[in-house]
């Protein structure tokens, strides 16, 4: 039918996905999981099997000498009564328990181990995806969408994954049990099987697309309570001087009143079937007995024995089931994680691929060596446009930029300057055209281009953290160069306000540094970008956001080091360009040189 190639084609559709988001060993851990689950099930039934032979012991001693196992135990080991062969068998009992749950405690722990170190490894394998991205990857993603993937999304393909384990340990289990109840009583286990079916199957079409529709607004509200954190918090000034408090508080507590119903709404779903399968088992159980003694006239001390293995059978069997319809609702709801994980990694790998054809180097491939910049950098007709739109920001742009010159790219807000500044940097890459470092693509050795970069956006990053490691950036305390560090200071001239801070290097700036006026965040900027004693500086709109007399203090900084670095400056004011050997107006997607 229709509905049965539809569900098969989702099993498929989630095979194939979990088959390419996992690698060979994840897939052969996978498996041998599997045997461990196998061996769990089986250990599950012996447990249960080793019972009705002990009842039927207890209540007719002699009839178990009519069975060759328990004639050859008894000959065996020469017993004189009954009596002893009961009490190997409750010997035995206990030690199939004892052992069986040993084994289950070590399957419960490599199922775990399993779940969270995987867990870990995906979170890792989507950050390093996402942080080897170009930088234009970055410009089309939100940070919360970001954080919502790597968090939340991870953590909830494993628990669909887990579910899906688990399911598979209980439906081992049901098997194994239902096999056993089956030889025992059949009229029993086909009434209550049939019953439990039939009740699973219609919670499973009635919650199915419930479950699906709320999983992907769940993720929605999830990546909302990321975005308005974030943006509380980060503008938390204008917040406070605009008295918008409530407004971002309202904005949070309906993204998470939007999660919490999803949640309690999906709970409560997995929970209904649980009362319904209780009383249906316990219904089915009583009416074939009734049954079977009504109309066939079976004998009451058949039941006994019967009802006794069916009653401990019932009591793992309940629960199996129970979990068994929660566990298919929790892959249910998680499917849109999977679908997201899948998307995004191909994604990521599709760019990637892209990029090697291209002869962009990323990830392992980038080359390590630097480069030797020697004489000039050169723009050849180069054009520009963002993908998804038809407009150039920059067409046919020509220019050559010598080393140790300083050299000002001024226009209108929009005209192109900072794309020109990110496309030299190597962030973004030409549409057409190219740039090139004594003749070679940067694009060919980015990581040894970036390496001899320098850059002071506007607004300067920090890290909640101390002075030094802000200047360091990205090394470890224990190897930061303590030599290029105080040359970065003093090169910024940091070095008196370090001098009068009561901790110096070590003191804690907060937060996208709240602790420090703005000339000093622009300055641990400069220092951040003379540390690793760069040959080429690019200033993009540094000081625009500062004082006069902060600027000032800060230019001073920067004109020291014309003649000893080549100096790309985006500006605006002319005070901070009037040093400069050229000028470029850009502007129509060209390069006009207005001075020199």
């Known amino acids: 039918s229709q509905t049965g190639r539809t569900g098969e084609e989702r099993c498929m559709d989630v095979i194939r ?15 041998w999981l599997f045997i461990i689950i196998c061996i769990g099930s089986g250990l599950e039934l012996l447990a249960v099997s080793v019972i009705l032979p002990i009842i039927d012991g207890i209540m007719d001693p002699e009839a178990m000498l009519e069975q060759q196992i328990y004639i050859r135990i008894y000959s065996f080991f020469h017993m004189a009564s009954i009596k002893p062969l009961i009490m190997l068998l409750l010997v035995s009992m206990i030690a199939i328990y004892f052992l069986k749950n040993i084994f289950l405690i070590y399957m419960y722990n490599r199922q775990y181990r399993f779940i969270f170190e995987n867990q870990r490894k995906l979170a890792d394998r989507m950050v390093q995806c996402y942080m080897s991205q170009p930088y234009i990857f970055h410009v ?14 991870s953590g909830n393909f494993f628990g669909a994954l887990q579910a899906g384990i688990k399911l598979l340990t209980e439906l ?29 199957c219609l919670s499973l079409k009635v919650y199915k697309k419930y479950l699906l529709k709320m999983g992907e ?34 904005k949070y507590d309906e993204a998470y009143r939007g999660h919490a119903k999803s949640e309690y709404t999906y709970h409560t779903l997995l929970m209904m079937p649980k009362p319904i399968i209780e009383s249906l088992c316990i219904c089915g159980l009583l009416g074939a007995i009734a049954i079977k003694f009504w109309w066939r006239g079976a004998d009451i001390t058949y039941f006994v024995p019967v009802l006794s293995v069916f009653a401990v059978a019932a009591f793992r069997l309940l629960p199996s089931f129970n979990r068994i319809t929660e566990y298919l609702g929790t892959i249910m709801y998680y499917k849109a994680a999977i679908t997201s994980i899948f998307e995004d990694l191909k994604e990521v790998d599709s760019k990637v691929q892209e990029h090697h054809e291209s002869g962009v180097k990323t990830g392992k491939e980038k080359t390590v060596e630097g480069i030797a910049f020697r004489d000039k950098i050169e723009i ?32 209108q807000s929009g005209a192109g300057k900072t794309t020109l500044a990110d496309i030299i940097m190597g962030l973004l890459q030409p549409s057409e055209g190219g740039a090139y470092v004594d003749g070679a693509d940067i694009f060919d050795n980015l990581e040894g281009w970036h390496r001899i970069i320098g850059y002071i956006p506007q607004n300067i990053y920090l890290m909640d953290d101390t002075i030094r490691n802000n200047i360091a950036f990205g090394v470890d305390e224990g190897e930061i160069n303590e030599e290029m560090l105080s040359y970065a200071v003093e090169q910024a001239q940091l070095a008196q306000m370090i001098r009068e801070l009561p901790s110096g290097l070590d003191t804690q700036i907060g937060e996208m540094g709240v602790r420090l006026s703005g000339g000093q965040r622009q300055r641990i900027g400069i220092a951040r970008a003379l540390y690793h004693n760069p040959e080429i500086l690019v200033l993009d709109e540094a000081t625009s956001a500062l004082d006069n007399d902060t600027e000032k203090a800060v230019m001073d900084a920067i004109e020291s080091l014309h003649g000893k670095m080549t100096l790309i400056i985006i500006a605006h004011r002319l ?7 050229l000028v470029y107006e850009i502007g129509d997607g060209k390069a006009v040189q207005v001075k020199e």
């Open 140 to 153: 089309s993603k939100s940070t919360a969408e970001l954080l919502r993937n790597i968090n939340e999304d």
């Open 172 to 200: 081992m289990v049901c098997a194994a049990l239902g096999v056993f109840l089956l030889i025992k009583d059949k009229t029993i286990t086909i009434s209550v099987v049939f019953l439990l079916g039939i009740m699973m």
């Open 575 to 581: 005070s901070t360009i009037k040093d400069c050997d």
């Open 17 to 31: 996905k979990l088959n390419y988001i996992f690698n060979s060993k994840q897939k052969i851990e996978l498996f």
């Open 217 to 250: 607004r769940n993720r929605y509200y999830e990546m909302s309570l990321n975005k308005w954190v974030q943006q509380a918090f980060g503008g938390i000034k204008e917040v406070k001087i605009l008295n918008k408090e409530q407004f971002f508080y309202n």
């Open 380 to 411: 050849r007709d180069l054009s520009f446009r963002y993908a998804g739109s038809d407009k150039y920001v920059l067409r046919h742009l020509d220019l050559c930029i010598a080393r140790k010159s300083s050299i000002a790219f001024i226009g």
